[in-house]
């Protein structure tokens, strides 16, 4: 071996892989196209390598040193992390009047193992505008909760969004919040959604080179995508010619817009690409220009046993350059191996055993003696090391309203039982039109789109039946996207990587406020007692010199109520502020490629529209709605007001303005003291006298509830909304509700909200002098998913059952050998039910499996 030849050699100390992995390497030459000679470093036995993690090693001040510093910094002092949702249904469309299921995975670092960094992840209901509808924060225990959104059953049909993030991934340049669209219909038809415009944009298409750049002389790869106006990958087929209109190569596409073609650029010559589109237009394209001498890369992964490296510099490069220093770092999940060489032949090659490298995204960057990145090339690495999940049933067919017995079996590549969370969803699949490849997956995003810039079009494409044309078309798609976690030209000229946090990870909730006279001065060395009303917690504290305090690390549920009680000098005079919770990160505008609506919702809507016809009438037959009329009289309110209200302001029963309940911390409280004749139960809100009877017994009818003329439905949790936020609230009854249809018949709560969005404190009711009842904002408690059981006994089983999301259970665990077993009675509907289930290990290894059975 050449004794310029420099390979890191240092022990690695993280137990896992504490061990070198020894490989020869061989010089031999070959030789290629135009008599160069092409120097190989042939993987064979004995090539001593690092595979660097966190605790990296140093080997000296030099190129390769600085920059494996400077990545571990990155590393530990920003180590990411990321959420993940799996919904009830695939694909994400809904109705309005559906419950959206979803159980998250939080995940850190670059090996996706379970979050033990936050412990609360805030998910957001985003409307069309960009304006969150409804937000809730979930408890994490191993980097796993669950919650759920309730639509409401007039929600305006279209395509909302779902946000999940920490407060943890604000400190990221660029911050991996979770952000997937889901697509609303509406049962009733009345809403319309106008179609995007179509501006007359022309298609586009762009060219990316192998590494970069295109050079002199040097056999090359050229990637490309062509977009449609919608936004969207379209076909595109054509010729490249030079400068004297003589073809050199062909193009096609093979996958939504993408493809490669490869060629070898001539000194001298430019280039462009004469194209037809799928719509029929045509179009000239200008190739990036040609550098006069440079050096490139390429990474080849066709051969599943290894990962072939091949550096390539044009003679003019190569005669300035001869013998300098080349540096390659090769980059996947937290290891780093580091390769130093010379620039003695014009072609470098290196093979590197695939098997080595986890399932992902490889980043691959040469740089220079100097460090300067000179190219860099992004590929992906498909191993079978992820979980292998095995589903069995107690039968192969099933009747309808039978039981069904699933049994989970999981094991780690080794074939190892393992112990992970998971989470099943059951559909009847003849109410979802099923395109596995457009899915939003584990795999896909944990793996594959999170580490990417920009939209990704059917992103389970790549993982559903992985084949040689999946495998190609995703290469195709790693030279056409961006490496979104960091650059390293920015890397190794940043020498902040490592600052500070400006966000602290949660761990749970903090109770907050200020002790304060009337006057505004603060009443210090105040003894502070918080006591829940339901009993168990008791905590101690004191106001400090501005008359703040601090109850850190509660745990509690949203509408848990607590009593504060003030001791000390002048503390009975004293007024009680409790802080808000802290704004959230601002909305981004959503992608308007990603957010086109699904038209399959609106197939759904129009078969639940018919089916819950009959499910309303035999529901009828055993119920008894009782709503009368309560109308209260008071003193007449002016009509100079803001109001959402579609009947517009002085159309309400009873009007209570913002400044009426700006000292109550909760709108439970402010409805149970100030609104008449309606009683809030558990953050939901009902008139007293609207009662329904059934066979179940008696409970009253939840209100309608409008937001900012958004409609939230019947029974939505009060308890999301800020009362600082909240301008008026409008109550109404009878008449007055009769414009929201049927929907209102039990009442309709006007909420609407301040100009601007701005966010008040929330100050504490004042029960006697120095104790107060506050109802912070608290840990969401998700609702419980209803599957029937059709037992002889139940009267259900005269109701028709036409349910789309048949099972959901996101608290799924396997035991010590790996098995988890669980059970469900199918629906009415007939024909192939789906069964999804998707999770994790405690090592973040990844699973994912789909299940079919027959319903006869």
Same mark, same amino acid.
């Given at each position: 071996?050449?004794?310029?030849?420099?390979?890191?050699?240092? /022990?690695?100390?993280?137990?896992?892989?504490?061990?070198?992995?020894?490989?020869?390497?061989?010089?031999?030459?070959?030789?290629?196209?135009?008599?160069?000679?092409?120097?190989?470093?042939?993987?064979?036995?004995?090539?001593?390598?690092?595979?660097?993690?966190?605790?990296?090693? +140093?080997?000296?001040?030099?190129?390769?040193?600085?920059?494996?510093?400077?990545?571990?910094?990155?590393?530990?002092?920003? =180590?990411?992390?990321?959420?993940?949702?799996?919904?009830?249904?695939?694909?994400?469309?809904?109705?309005?009047?559906?419950?959206?299921?979803?159980?998250?995975?939080?995940?850190?670092?670059?090996?996706?193992?379970?979050?033990?960094?936050?412990?609360?992840?805030?998910?957001?209901?985003?409307?069309?505008?960009?304006?969150?509808? +409804?937000?809730?924060?979930?408890?994490?225990?191993?980097?796993?909760?669950?919650? *759920?959104?309730?639509?409401? *059953?007039?929600?305006?049909?279209?395509? @909302?969004?779902?946000?999940?993030?920490?407060?943890?991934?604000?400190?990221?340049?660029?911050?991996?919040?979770?952000?997937?669209?889901?697509?609303?219909?509406?049962?009733?038809?009345? @809403?319309?959604?106008?179609?995007?415009?179509?501006?007359?944009?022309?298609?586009?298409?762009?060219?990316? /080179?192998?590494?970069?750049?295109?050079?002199? *002389?040097?056999?090359?790869?050229?990637?490309?995508?062509?977009?449609?106006?919608?936004?969207?990958?379209?076909?595109?087929?054509?010729?490249?010619?030079?400068?004297?209109?003589?073809?050199?190569?062909?193009?096609?596409?093979?996958?939504?817009?993408?493809?490669?073609?490869?060629?070898?650029?001539?000194?001298?010559?430019?280039?462009?690409?004469?194209?037809?589109?799928?719509?029929?237009?045509?179009?000239?394209?200008?190739? /990036?220009?040609?550098?006069?001498?440079?050096?490139?890369?390429?990474?080849?992964?066709?051969?599943?046993?290894?990962?072939?490296?091949?550096?390539?510099?044009?003679?003019?490069?190569?005669?300035?350059?001869?013998?300098?220093?080349?540096?390659?770092?090769?980059?996947?999940?937290?290891?780093?191996?580091?390769?130093?060489?010379?620039? $003695?032949?014009?072609?470098?090659?290196?093979?590197?055993?695939?098997?080595?490298?986890?399932?992902?995204?490889? +980043?691959?960057?040469?740089?220079?003696?100097?460090?300067?990145?000179?190219?860099?090339?992004?590929?992906?690495?498909?191993?079978?090391?992820?979980?292998?999940?095995?589903?069995?049933?107690?039968?192969?067919?099933?009747?309808?309203?039978?039981?069904?017995?699933?049994?989970?079996?999981?094991?780690?590549?080794?074939?190892?039982?393992?112990?992970?969370?998971?989470?099943?969803?059951?559909?009847?699949?003849?109410?979802?039109?099923?395109?596995?490849?457009?899915?939003?997956?584990?795999?896909?995003?944990?793996?594959?789109?999170?580490?990417?810039?920009?939209?990704?079009?059917?992103?389970?494409?790549?993982?559903?039946?992985?084949?040689?044309? !999946?495998?190609?078309?995703?290469?195709?798609?790693?030279?056409?996207?961006?490496?979104?976690?960091?650059?390293?030209?920015?890397?190794?000229?940043?020498?902040?990587?490592?600052?500070?946090?400006?966000?602290?990870?949660?761990?749970?909730? $903090?109770?907050?406020?200020?002790?304060?006279?009337?006057?505004?001065?603060?009443?210090?060395?105040?003894?502070?007692?918080?006591?829940?009303?339901?009993?168990?917690?008791?905590?101690?504290?004191?106001?400090?010199?501005?008359?703040?305090?601090?109850?850190?690390? !509660?745990?509690?549920?949203?509408?848990?109520?607590?009593?504060?009680?003030?001791?000390?000098?002048?503390?009975?005079?004293?007024?009680?502020?409790? *802080?808000?919770? !802290?704004?959230?990160?601002?909305?981004?505008?959503?992608?308007?490629?990603?957010?086109?609506?699904?038209?399959?919702?609106?197939?759904?809507?129009?078969?639940?529209?018919?089916?819950? +016809?009959?499910?309303?009438?035999?529901?009828?037959?055993?119920?008894?709605?009782?709503?009368?009329?309560?109308?209260?009289?008071?003193?007449?309110?002016?009509?100079?007001?803001?109001? &959402?209200?579609?009947?517009?302001?002085?159309?309400?029963?009873?009007?209570?303005?913002?400044?009426?309940?700006?000292?109550?911390?909760?709108? &439970?409280?402010?409805?149970?003291?100030?609104?008449?004749?309606?009683?809030?139960?558990?953050?939901?809100?009902?008139?007293?006298?609207?009662?329904?009877?059934?066979?179940?017994?008696?409970?009253?009818?939840?209100?309608?509830?409008?937001?900012?003329? %958004?409609?939230?439905?019947?029974?939505?949790?009060? =308890?999301?909304?800020?009362?600082?936020?909240?301008?008026?609230?409008?109550?109404?009854?009878?008449?007055?509700?009769?414009?929201?249809?049927?929907?209102?018949?039990?009442?309709?709560?006007?909420?609407?909200?301040?100009?601007?969005?701005?966010?008040?404190?929330?100050?504490?009711? =004042?029960?006697?002098?120095?104790?107060?009842?506050?109802? /912070?904002?608290?840990? @969401?408690?998700?609702?419980?998913?209803?599957?029937?059981?059709?037992?002889?006994?139940?009267?259900?089983?005269?109701?028709?059952?036409?349910?789309?999301?048949?099972?959901?259970?996101?608290?799924?665990?396997? $035991?010590?050998?790996?098995?988890?077993?669980?059970?469900?009675?199918? %629906?009415?509907?007939?024909?192939? @039910?789906?069964?999804?289930?998707?999770?994790?290990? &405690?090592?973040?290894?990844?699973?994912?499996?789909?299940?079919?059975?027959?319903?006869?």
């Amino acid at each position: 071996m050449p004794a310029h030849t420099s390979i890191s050699k240092c /022990p690695i100390s993280i137990e896992e892989i504490q061990k070198n992995i020894s490989i020869d390497i061989t010089w031999i030459n070959v030789t290629v196209n135009h008599n160069i000679m092409k120097k190989i470093l042939f993987t064979a036995v004995m090539f001593l390598f690092s595979f660097q993690t966190i605790a990296y090693c +140093q080997t000296g001040n030099d190129v390769l040193t600085d920059a494996v510093s400077k990545l571990k910094a990155l590393l530990t002092d920003h =180590e990411v992390e990321k959420a993940y949702l799996q919904f009830d249904r695939p694909y994400a469309y809904y109705v309005a009047g559906d419950i959206v299921y979803f159980k998250a995975y939080v995940t850190m670092g670059e090996r996706h193992e379970p979050s033990t960094i936050s412990s609360i992840l805030h998910v957001d209901l985003i409307n069309k505008n960009d304006v969150s509808m +409804q937000s809730i924060a979930l408890q994490l225990t191993n980097g796993t909760g669950w919650g *759920d959104f309730a639509l409401p *059953d007039t929600l305006q049909k279209g395509s @909302y969004r779902i946000r999940a993030w920490t407060e943890w991934m604000r400190n990221d340049k660029n911050p991996c919040f979770f952000d997937q669209y889901i697509s609303v219909s509406s049962i009733n038809g009345v @809403y319309k959604v106008a179609e995007a415009a179509k501006q007359g944009t022309p298609p586009s298409l762009q060219f990316f /080179p192998e590494g970069g750049n295109l050079v002199n *002389d040097v056999h090359s790869k050229i990637a490309f995508k062509a977009v449609g106006a919608d936004g969207l990958g379209i076909n595109v087929k054509g010729v490249v010619v030079d400068n004297e209109n003589k073809e050199v190569a062909k193009i096609a596409s093979t996958h939504l817009g993408m493809g490669i073609f490869d060629f070898i650029p001539e000194k001298g010559r430019t280039y462009k690409a004469k194209v037809t589109f799928a719509d029929g237009s045509q179009s000239s394209v200008d190739l /990036p220009a040609i550098e006069e001498k440079g050096i490139t890369l390429a990474v080849n992964t066709d051969d599943p046993a290894k990962v072939s490296i091949v550096i390539k510099a044009n003679h003019a490069y190569y005669i300035e350059n001869f013998d300098k220093d080349l540096n390659l770092i090769i980059y996947r999940a937290g290891a780093v191996r580091k390769v130093k060489t010379k620039l $003695d032949n014009e072609v470098l090659a290196l093979d590197l055993p695939a098997g080595t490298f986890r399932t992902g995204v490889l +980043q691959v960057t040469l740089l220079s003696a100097t460090g300067e990145p000179l190219s860099e090339r992004l590929a992906f690495i498909q191993n079978p090391d992820l979980l292998n999940l095995d589903v069995t049933a107690n039968k192969t067919a099933f009747a309808k309203r039978e039981n069904v017995q699933l049994n989970l079996n999981a094991k780690n590549k080794d074939g190892n039982p393992v112990n992970g969370s998971f989470s099943v969803s059951v559909v009847d699949e003849s109410k979802i039109l099923v395109d596995e490849n457009t899915e939003n997956t584990i795999l896909s995003y944990l793996l594959l789109t999170s580490d990417l810039k920009g939209y990704v079009e059917k992103p389970n494409y790549y993982f559903a039946n992985v084949t040689r044309e !999946t495998q190609a078309n995703l290469d195709a798609l790693m030279l056409t996207q961006g490496y979104r976690r960091f650059v390293w030209k920015q890397l190794l000229n940043d020498n902040a990587a490592a600052g500070a946090n400006a966000y602290n990870p949660e761990k749970n909730i $903090d109770i907050s406020g200020t002790f304060k006279t009337k006057a505004g001065e603060p009443l210090a060395g105040c003894n502070i007692t918080l006591v829940s009303a339901t009993g168990g917690m008791v905590l101690n504290g004191v106001t400090d010199a501005a008359g703040k305090f601090r109850f850190a690390n !509660t745990s509690f549920e949203t509408g848990t109520r607590f009593i504060l009680k003030a001791q000390g000098p002048s503390a009975k005079k004293g007024v009680l502020t409790i *802080d808000a919770p !802290t704004q959230g990160p601002v909305i981004s505008p959503g992608n308007v490629v990603e957010a086109g609506y699904n038209a399959n919702a609106d197939i759904l809507a129009s078969f639940q529209n018919n089916q819950r +016809q009959g499910v309303m009438t035999a529901s009828n037959e055993s119920a008894k709605l009782l709503l009368a009329d309560d109308k209260v009289t008071g003193p007449k309110r002016t009509d100079n007001y803001r109001s &959402s209200n579609l009947g517009g302001p002085g159309h309400a029963d009873q009007v209570i303005m913002g400044d009426e309940f700006k000292n109550y911390p909760s709108l &439970s409280l402010v409805l149970n003291s100030l609104a008449h004749g309606v009683v809030v139960s558990g953050g939901v809100a009902s008139l007293r006298n609207s009662l329904i009877i059934s066979s179940g017994g008696a409970r009253l009818i939840p209100m309608l509830v409008m937001i900012d003329g %958004a409609n939230m439905g019947r029974g939505n949790p009060i =308890e999301t909304y800020n009362p600082g936020s909240i301008e008026t609230i409008e109550i109404l009854k009878g008449a007055n509700a009769s414009i929201y249809g049927m929907q209102g018949g039990a009442g309709v709560l006007v909420l609407t909200t301040r100009q601007g969005g701005e966010k008040e404190e929330v100050v504490s009711r =004042e029960m006697s002098p120095g104790i107060f009842s506050i109802e /912070p904002k608290g840990f @969401y408690k998700a609702r419980e998913f209803y599957s029937p059981r059709y037992d002889a006994a139940q009267p259900a089983a005269n109701i028709p059952d036409h349910r789309t999301t048949i099972f959901w259970k996101p608290d799924v665990t396997t $035991d010590a050998d790996g098995n988890a077993l669980f059970n469900f009675y199918n %629906a009415d509907g007939t024909g192939t @039910y789906r069964v999804e289930i998707e999770g994790i290990d &405690s090592k973040g290894n990844l699973g994912r499996q789909v299940y079919r059975y027959k319903v006869e």
